[in-house]
C-alpha cells in the first residue's frame, strides 16, 4: 500500500489518494504513514477524514507523531486532541520532547487538560497509568430505555460501550452490565435487576501486568479501576492489557539474554543505546570469568600432565550452560504466570533433580562410549562420564533455584536466566572436572 | 477460596458451599476444582448452577475434565456437552483419550457432532482449529429494529454478539456492524446502510499466529474466517487470539533454551517427558563441542609454551557466548513481531557491526588494562583486547545472521538461539584467540 500512496503523491493524484485513504483501515493508514518521509507524512496525514485522523494519529509510531506536532498548525492539532482518547493522549505526551508538549496542552480544552495531568499523576507500572476515564456508566435505578438513550446520546465518545458499570450516588461501583445482557432485556427492568454484584476490580496502584494476567484468565474485554475507597475512576480495556502483555515479553526475552530491557524497537533503537543495554551484564558476568580464570591456573599442574584434559573444557562448559538455562527458563517462565510459587521450591528441586539425573546419565554414558571409542582410554571415559552427569545435577539444581531465590529477594527472576548461569555453572563444573581427573587419574 | 471449600465439603455444609460458588467468578471456581481431589470434584461439580456449570467446565485443567467425564453420567455429560460452545468442545475433544472421547461424542446432539467433526477437521495451527461457528450473522437488508428482535431470540447461545456479520444471500460476507453501531441507529436503518463493507477477514487455513498479530494490530474483538470461496464459516475472538499469543510465547522461550516445545505446563508435564524435551538438543549441541575439542588440542603447543593462555578459554567462551545471545534475541524477536524481514539482512548485520565495535573495544580496554596491571605482561593484555574485540565481533555477526538465514530457509529463527550461537562462536572464538596468541607471543 506504501508504494501506491508514494505513487499516487508523486502524480499529484490526491483524489484517488483520498479515495484509497478513505477504504483503508486506520491500522494500515497508520503504518504506512510511519514509512513515508517527513514531508509526505504531512500531506498525506491531511487526506484523511476528519473523524478518523484522531484514531489513525494515536496508532502512529511516536516519531510520526512527533514530526506531524511540527508540522501542524495549532487548530489541527486541536482537532486532533479533541477527539483523542485521555489514555492515548497520554501515552502522546509521555512520548513527546517537553517543547512539544506545551504546545499540545495549549490546544487542549480546559477539561481534557486536566484529565491528562490527572493521569500523569499515576506511577509509571500501576493500573491507573493504563486506564482511560472514558466508559460508560450508569447508576442502579436506570432502565434499561433510559440506558439505550443515554448510551445514544453520549456512546460515541466513550472508548468502550460493551460494559457498563452500575455506580451509587456516591460513585461507588456496585456491579456491571454487558451489553448484551442491556440487549436481551425488557425496556423498563432496572439496572440493579440485571447487573451482576461481585464486581472484579483492581485499584489505581496494581501492577499493570497483575491487570494484564487478570484478563487472560477471566476473558475479560475490560477490568474497572477503582480508588483506594473503591470509587470507580476509570477501566483498562482488552487492547491496552495485550500491549502490556507483548512488551512484558519482549522485557523478559531481553532480560534472558542479559540485556537492559528497553521500550523501542530493535530497527528503531540506536547503536549506541543498544550499546548501552548490553555492555553493562557483559562487564558483570565477565568479572565472574575472571574467577573462572584463576580456579583453572590453580589446576596448572594438572592439565600439565594430561594436556588432552584442556580440549574437553569447552564441551563441559557448554553442558552446563545448556543444562542450566533449560532448567532456568522454565522455572523463570513458570514463575511468571504464577504456576509456581517460591513456596514451591522443594518440589521443583526434586523435579529437576530427577530430570538431571536421566539427562545426565545420558549424556555420561553417550560420551563415555565416544571418547573409550576414540581414545581407548578407560580413565579418561569415566572421568568425563562421571563430571558430565554432576555437571547436569549441578545445572538443573542452580538453573530452579536460583530464580527462585531472586523472586524471594523480591529481585526479577529473568535476570537469573541462561546467562548468569552459565557463568556460574561454569567455575564449579571446571572445580568438578580438574578434581575428579586428579583423583582418578593419578596426576 | 480452596481452602473454605474443603471446609465446607468436610462440614457437609452444602448450602453455604452452594452459595459461595453461586457468587464466586466462574474462572476462579474452575481454578479451585483444579487444585482437588478427584472425589471431591464431582461432589462440588455438581453443586454448580446449571447454567454456569458448562463455562466452568471449559475453563479447568484438561486432566480435571478427563476425571469428571470418568465420574458424571450420561445425562451429566450430555446436559454439559449441549451448553458448551463448539470451539471449547474441539479442545475437550482434542485431549481425552479415545475411550471418553466416543463418550463425549454418543452423549452430544446430532447438530453438535457433525459441527465438532467438521472442526477437527482443520489443521492444527490454522485459524479454522481456533474458530467457532456460533456468531451472529444478518443479511443485508435486515433493519435495525429486526436486528434487535433476532439478537434477543437467538443471543444467548452466541459467544460473540459485539460484532455482527452482515452476508448476502450466498452466504459470502459482505460487511461488519458493530454493537455500538447497531445500538446508535435509528430503527428502521438497513444493515446494508451502517456496515463497514471493507472487511478484514482470515482464510480457514491462515496460520493461528498470523490471525493472533492481527487483533493486536487492528485492536478487534473478533475477526471472520472465510473458506476458499470467501463464504463466512466462523470467526476467531479475542480470548481464544490471547491464548494463542501467550502459547507462541512459551514456546519460543522453550525453544531459545534448546528445549523442544511443549504444550504441557511446567509442573504438571511428567519428569520423563521432560527429559525427552531437553535431551535432543543437549546431544545434538555437544557434537559441536567435539569440534571445539579438536581445535584446542591443535594448539596444544601455544599452551604448552604459555600455560596462562587456558585460564582465559572460559571468559572468551562467555562473553562470546553472551555477545551473540543479545544479538540473537533481539533479531529472532524482531523477526517474530516482523519487524525485520529476511530483506533487511545487511542493514541489521550494519548495526549489529557497529554495536559489536562499540562492545568489543569497551571489552577490550576494560580488560587489557585489567590484566596488564593484574600480570605487568603487555603482549599478554594486547592478545586479549584483541581477541575479545574479533569475538564480539564475530559473535554479534553470527547471533544476527543466523536467525535470518533459518528464517530464509523457511526453518524457525528460534532455534538460532542463544545455546546454538554459543557453540558455534566458541570453536571461532578460540582459533582467534589461539592465532593471535601465536601471532605475537613469539610461541
Redesign the interface.
Known amino acids: 500500500m506504501v508504494e501506491k500512496i508514494i505513487e499516487l503523491l508523486e502524480k499529484e493524484n490526491f483524489k484517488e489518494l483520498k479515495l484509497l485513504l478513505s ?3 486506520e ?1 494500515d493508514i497508520a ?1 504506512c504513514l510511519d514509512e513515508l518521509d517527513k514531508n509526505k507524512q504531512a500531506v498525506v496525514f491531511r487526506l484523511l477524514k476528519k473523524d478518523e485522523a484522531a484514531d489513525i494519529f494515536a496508532r502512529m509510531d511516536p516519531d510520526t507523531q512527533e514530526n506531524l506536532i511540527e508540522t501542524l498548525s495549532d487548530n489541527e492539532i486541536a482537532s486532533i486532541v479533541s477527539k483523542m482518547y485521555i489514555d492515548d493522549a497520554v501515552d502522546l505526551i509521555d512520548e513527546l520532547p517537553a517543547n512539544l508538549v506545551t504546545r499540545v496542552l495549549n490546544n487542549s480544552s480546559e477539561t481534557k487538560r486536566k484529565a491528562i495531568n490527572e493521569m500523569l499523576k499515576y506511577p509509571e507500572d500501576s493500573a491507573g497509568s493504563i486506564m482511560t476515564t472514558e466508559y460508560s456508566s450508569l447508576e442502579e435505578d436506570t432502565t434499561v430505555e433510559e440506558a ?1 438513550n443515554r ?2 446520546k453520549r ?2 465518545t466513550k472508548e468502550t ?2 460494559t457498563i458499570y452500575i455506580t451509587d450516588k456516591a460513585r461507588y461501583l456496585v456491579g456491571v452490565v454487558s ?2 445482557d442491556l ?2 432485556a425488557e425496556p423498563q427492568t432496572k439496572m440493579s435487576e440485571i447487573m451482576e454484584e ?1 464486581v ?1 476490580s483492581v485499584n489505581t496502584n496494581e501492577d499493570k501486568e497483575e491487570v494484564a494476567k487478570m ?5 475479560f ?1 475490560a477490568i474497572p479501576v477503582v480508588d483506594s475507597e473503591t470509587r470507580l475512576v476509570g477501566i483498562v480495556t ?2 491496552d492489557a ?2 502490556v ?2 512488551e512484558e ?2 522485557e ?3 532480560k ?4 537492559a530491557p528497553s521500550e523501542e ?3 528503531k533503537e540506536s ?2 543505546s ?2 548501552r543495554n ?2 553493562v ?3 558483570v ?2 568479572l565472574s ?2 574467577v ?3 580456579i ?2 590453580s589446576y ?1 599442574n594438572a ?2 600432565a594430561v ?2 584434559l ?6 563441559i ?3 552446563g ?3 542450566g ?2 532448567a ?4 523463570i ?2 514463575l511468571a ?1 504464577d ?2 510459587e517460591t513456596r ?1 521450591v522443594l ?2 528441586w526434586w ?1 529437576e533433580i ?2 538431571a539425573m ?2 545426565g546419565g ?2 555420561a554414558i ?2 563415555g562410549v ?1 571418547i573409550f571409542l576414540q581414545y581407548h582410554d578407560l580413565s579418561l571415559a569415566i572421568v568425563i562420564g562421571i563430571t558430565l552427569f554432576f555437571t547436569a545435577m549441578l545445572a538443573k539444581s542452580l538453573g530452579c533455584l536460583l530464580p527462585i531465590l531472586a523472586k524471594s529477594l523480591k529481585l526479577d527472576p529473568a535476570y537469573m536466566a ?2 548468569m548461569i ?2 556460574m555453572v ?2 564449579c563444573s ?1 572445580v568438578i572436572f580438574f578434581n575428579i581427573a586428579l583423583l582418578l587419574m593419578n596426576i
Chains 1, 2 share one sequence.
Open positions: 477504504e483503508a483501515n491500522a503504518e439505550f448510551i445514544r456512546g460515541l460501550i460493551y451489553a448484551k440487549l436481551l461481585n472484579i484478563f487472560d484468565k477471566y476473558d474485554l482488552i487492547d495485550i500491549d502483555m507483548s515479553n519482549e523478559d526475552f531481553e534472558m539474554a542479559a540485556m524497537d530493535y530497527m547503536v549506541f543498544q550499546y548490553r555492555i551484564w557483559l562487564l558476568l565477565m570469568s575472571i573462572t580464570g584463576k583453572i591456573t596448572e592439565f600439565a594436556p588432552i584442556v580440549s574437553f573444557i569447552p564441551m562448559m557448554d553442558t550452560g545448556n543444562c538455562s533449560q532456568s527458563t522454565m522455572v517462565r513458570a504466570t504456576e509456581v514451591d518440589k521443583v523435579k530427577r530430570i536421566l539427562v545420558t549424556l553417550v560420551n565416544r541462561s546467562p552459565t557463568t561454569d567455575a571446571l
